[in-house]
């Protein structure tokens, strides 16, 4: 329950932010909250248990933030069981499935243990990066200008991002700390939910 209330609570927060105040704009846009509410609602139980609470989480994380839109927002956000919804409720079910594994995975003492857990801090460090940037940081012509003004210029997504995968870090080492030998495997996993998070976002650029 309080899974689900924090994905209702951030449902609400993101659509009256991104309008409300500016500088939050893009957190509307942004799968930052998403990711962080899957990896906490992904943490439990077995597989089958993990996959229905972390679907639940997220599929209550859309329906709020469709209700609050409609709401708060200044613009005409589609109607409640329109296909955009269904659709996106949809993708919460599929993208549970990689959660599922992924965070049980990161929380098992297994060889895969530390890539798993660099998973999911690629994918909210790399999403908060090309939320920040406008596009897939990837299709930057000068990438390091690029890093260096994010950096430089963090907005709420990039704090939110970047706070968030340094607390997953710190909670994953601390739970695997007696296995800190391979904690360098973090290093390439955040480099696979780079690529991850940013293949969505490739394919909006170029649809």
Do not use: K
């Amino acid at each position: 329950m309080a899974v689900l209330a924090l994905a209702a609570a951030s449902g609400v927060f993101a659509a009256y932010v991104q309008d409300a105040w500016p500088s939050w704009h893009f957190i509307g846009h942004s799968l930052v909250l998403w990711i962080i509410v899957a990896a906490a609602a992904a943490l439990v139980g077995t597989w089958f248990q993990s996959w229905l609470t972390t679907s639940a989480a997220l599929a209550v994380a859309v329906l709020s933030y469709f209700i609050a839109a409609r709401v708060f927002g200044p613009f005409e956000y589609p109607a409640l069981l329109s296909p955009l919804l269904l659709f996106w409720v949809v993708l919460a079910a599929v993208g549970a499935l990689g959660f599922a594994t992924i965070c049980l995975t990161a929380a098992n003492h297994g060889r895969l243990s530390y890539l798993a857990v660099g998973v999911i801090a690629g994918l909210l460090v790399g999403d908060a990066i090309n939320t920040s940037v406008g596009i897939p940081y990837v299709e930057q012509s000068e990438p390091l200008t690029a890093l260096r003004s994010v950096i430089d210029n963090s907005d709420p997504v990039m704090i939110i991002g970047t706070t968030g995968a340094l607390c997953w870090i710190a909670i994953m080492l601390v739970h695997h700390r007696h296995s800190l030998i391979r904690a360098w495997l973090i290093v390439p996993g955040a480099l696979v939910g780079q690529v991850l998070v940013t293949i969505p976002d490739l394919l909006l650029h170029y649809a």
